[in-house]
């Protein structure tokens, strides 16, 4: 996969527009399908989550960054007087613990400061930090060894163009409520399927 | 989640027909894709290859049933409003040794499983079945539990990497299947089945036919 390959120098513009489209979170990596599948019945709370994943992936990304860059690998200890120490191999249990922390605290705020937004997020919110969206935008920002602008360029581009993925299925899923769909293949079946020819307009965009 | 939790019911010994039932049931009847839809994530991304299917599947298998085993021994004394965070902790734990284990013995594979090693955290098999049943079930019967369900998930893992090795690269467990004179004869690989959206409508095709074999359809 030609993914997988290093490019830390890319500018942000690239960075942007490769998150949303060309390697779409969803769409390319398969990140975050069960909460995709179960909310994209309803425009309305699809609008809701992809919101809301958005917002975390924008804190939880920078964030996981920092504590890459200043706790956790390889020599990051050294402004502590630790240069020869590497952590990394507690690197899943911070991200998940900092993930947990950040929509905690991001539930309480908005419950404190709209608690309209919060009704209609409510259910979504606690769901998102076993989101695998979330962790594996975190995760892909190590390994592509991402500095901070492009880690927040990252995190806005992945949890965008989830959102992005997960509306425009929910309006799709709507109008094919009418439609006359074999009853085996009804729900999980009929919605894989036109994922993947959903996914195969979006690789169009790999030439950009 | 639409996962069920049989009530516990003690007869039998270790293995008695309760516990094999445990087992069996998420092979096929209540399959954790194609039935409660967990765990969707990881079984698209990884099965490109039938061995990066398999080394998934097992992981997933080892995860669930040890997350399942820890959590239910120590359901009685976690607080119910930080749950969630303690299954997450011990899972990572789980996880982690998983990952140090694939680093020190499969280098190569664990490379090319990248980050997706690491998502078994969030992978919703395990999340669910620690949801929906070890915290309401003893040890032993929690621990295979999650080994059923992680079967289930691993066969339905390696038919799908099957189809796409031997479609998309002509090749199983790296091994040549697809005889040089198909290609000579004007065969080409499938190039779709490698790349994502192949990924998707062949996993609901997979469900299709599950579903229609065990009758069951939503609404």
């Given amino acids: ?208 | 989640m639409t996962a069920t939790a049989t009530p516990p019911v003690k007869k039998g010994g270790l293995f008695g027909p309760d516990e094999i039932k445990v087992i069996k049931d998420p092979l096929w009847d209540n399959n954790p894709i194609a039935f409660q839809i967990l765990g969707i994530c990881s079984s698209l991304a990884v099965t490109t290859r039938l061995d990066k299917a398999l080394v998934m599947g097992i992981g997933v298998t080892l995860v669930t049933a040890l997350a399942n085993l820890i959590i239910s021994t120590i359901r009685n004394f976690i607080p119910n409003k930080i749950r969630i965070i303690v299954q997450l902790v011990v899972v990572s734990g789980v996880v982690i040794v998983f990952d140090q284990f694939l680093k020190a013995y499969m280098f190569d594979l664990s490379k090319q499983l990248s980050v997706f090693v690491g998502l078994i955290i969030t992978n919703c098999i395990v999340m669910g079945r620690l949801e929906a049943y070890a915290m309401s079930n003893p040890p032993w019967r929690s621990f295979l539990d999650g080994i059923g369900n992680g079967l289930g998930y691993l066969w339905i893992l390696a038919v799908v990497g099957t189809v796409r090795e031997i479609l998309g690269s002509g090749k199983l467990l790296g091994a040549q299947v697809i005889p040089q004179s198909l290609y000579e004869a004007g065969y080409v690989n499938n190039g779709l089945m490698v790349l994502a959206p192949g990924a998707f409508i062949l996993l609901g095709i997979i469900v299709w036919v599950q579903r229609s074999i065990s009758g069951y359809s939503e609404k």
């Fill in chain 1, 1 to 208: 996969m030609t993914a997988m390959l290093a490019f830390s120098d890319e500018g942000l513009l690239s960075v942007l527009l490769k998150s949303i489209f060309v390697e779409n979170i969803l769409l390319s990596f398969f990140l975050g399908m069960c909460s995709y599948l179960a909310v994209s019945k309803r425009v309305d709370s699809a609008i809701g989550l992809g919101i809301a994943v958005i917002f975390v992936q924008v804190l939880t990304v920078p964030m996981n960054w920092a504590l890459e860059e200043f706790v956790l690998g390889p020599g990051a200890l050294a402004w502590a007087g630790v240069p020869d120490s590497d952590l990394s191999y507690l690197r899943f249990l911070t991200f998940i613990a900092s993930i947990a922390a950040v929509v905690q605290v991001v539930e309480m705020a908005v419950d404190k400061f709209s608690p309209k937004l919060y009704a209609a997020l409510g259910i979504f919110l606690p769901l998102i930090a076993v989101n695998c969206a979330i962790l594996g935008g975190s995760l892909f920002m190590v390994e592509r060894k991402y500095d901070f602008a492009q880690a927040v360029t990252y995190g806005f581009g992945s949890g965008f163009g989830w959102a992005l993925a997960i509306v425009s299925m929910a309006t799709i899923r709507w109008r094919m409520r009418t439609a006359h769909v074999p009853a085996p293949l009804k729900g999980l079946g009929i919605t894989f399927i036109t994922t993947g020819l959903v996914a195969m307009a979006f690789m169009t965009f790999s030439g950009i």
